[in-house]
């Protein structure tokens, strides 16, 4: 079974930055990969996304201009450059990939990790 670890959250104070980490057990470098988050009693939503390839990406619309979405198909890991954080970015970030797509994040697995508390003080 895939492992996804997340690492890299914290807490931080508003416009300030992180950048988080996600390592996969396995390659996934035939897969989209994706940056969820889950505020309390919020659902959990996709925010960043990223082809196969790194050629393509996907932003919400909260976090476009500010976060950036990378990945290392080499050391199968992907990463979230978080700039300018707001209060309203604290939640648990999970990373994950799409079941059968290398260009988009629509069918993630149901292989979800522990993922990483980011806490924006403001």
């Known amino acids: 079974q895939v492992q996804l670890v997340e690492s890299g959250g914290g807490l931080v104070q508003a416009g300030g930055s992180l950048r988080l980490s996600c390592a996969a057990s396995h390659t996934f470098d035939s897969y989209a990969m994706g940056w969820f988050r889950q505020a309390p009693g919020k659902e959990r939503d996709l925010i960043a996304a990223i082809s196969w390839d790194g050629v393509n990406t996907y932003y919400a619309n909260s976090v476009e201009g500010r976060f950036t979405i990378s990945r290392d198909n080499a050391k199968n890991t992907v990463h979230l450059q978080m700039n300018s954080l707001k209060p309203e970015d604290t939640a648990v970030y999970y990373c994950?990939?799409?079941?059968?797509?290398?260009?988009?994040?629509?069918?993630?697995?149901?292989?979800w990790g522990q993922g990483t508390q980011v806490t924006v003080s403001s």
């Open positions: 994950n990939a799409d079941r059968f797509s290398g260009v988009v994040v629509s069918q993630p697995t149901e292989n």
